[in-house]
């Protein structure tokens, strides 16, 4: 008999206070089922007026530092948004990828490789027109299969910035700390918005349901609760 076990994800979460495991194994439990609240958001491809790449993020609060876009190289758009001129680099990484492992593609200590497509989004929240790029570290088979890169504030997106020099937007302050002053690592915590037009100043928890709000009120995104 088999089942389909993600329709019961929240019930086997809700249960798991109640059940006489180890701690332990209940954080196992907790990370296989790796449920994530966050925001579905819109980002349409540049000179199109229908075509749209989804990308879900538990961080909306970060959105004003979006400097590219990521697809996974098994993503449908790939193809789509590649231009002649990127056509033969995209293609030789896509057979690149094919050759590794997706364990592989998820390890932290494997240096960062992607390609650009030629091809931009509109950022939603600022119209800001940012390069759609192809990148082993983004699954398929996670969220939608595209992730926008905020590389001040995500580790991952870090380190493929500084290693293609794409540029690291600060938005999210640390407190104490100078909004002039360039990263030197990624900022993942909460902190002051900055950077972000009308949100500036707000905690970033408090702006994360703020741009949420804002996404929907623009009908460019919409809540979600995702799980692995």
């Known amino acids: 008999w088999f089942f389909k076990i993600t329709n019961y994800a929240e019930e086997l979460l809700q249960h798991l206070d109640k059940i006489d495991w180890p701690e332990k194994t209940k954080t196992m439990q907790r990370n296989w089922i790796g449920k994530s609240v966050g925001t579905i958001i ?6 199109s007026q229908s075509e749209i790449i989804e990308v879900f993020t538990t961080r909306p609060d970060t959105l004003f530092g979006v400097s590219y876009v990521v697809l996974a190289p098994e993503h449908p758009f790939v193809e789509k948004v590649t231009t ?16 590794e492992t997706e364990i592989e593609r998820q390890s932290t ?9 030629g091809s931009y989004v509109i950022n ?8 759609i790029w192809v990148a082993d570290y983004v699954l398929y088979s ?3 299969g595209a992730v926008m890169g905020v ?12 290693k293609f020099s794409l540029p690291i937007k600060k938005v999210i302050l640390q407190e104490g700390a100078n909004e002039n002053e360039e990263l030197q690592s990624a900022f993942t915590e909460v902190g002051t918005m900055c950077n972000s037009n009308q949100f500036n100043g707000l905690n970033s928890e408090i702006g994360k349901g703020k741009i949420s709000d804002e996404l929907e009120r623009i009908e460019k995104g919409k809540r979600k609760v995702n799980y692995r």
């Open 42 to 47: 819109q980002f349409t491809i540049h000179d």
């Open 109 to 117: 200590a494997k240096d960062k490789t992607g390609v650009f497509t």
């Open 151 to 162: 590389p001040g504030h995500d580790e991952r997106d870090f380190a493929f910035a500084k």
């Open 84 to 99: 002649s001129e990127n056509k033969k680099s995209v293609t030789e990484y896509l057979e690149f990828v094919k050759k």
């Open 124 to 131: 939603p929240i600022n119209n800001e027109r940012v390069p």
């Open 142 to 144: 996670y969220g939608t």
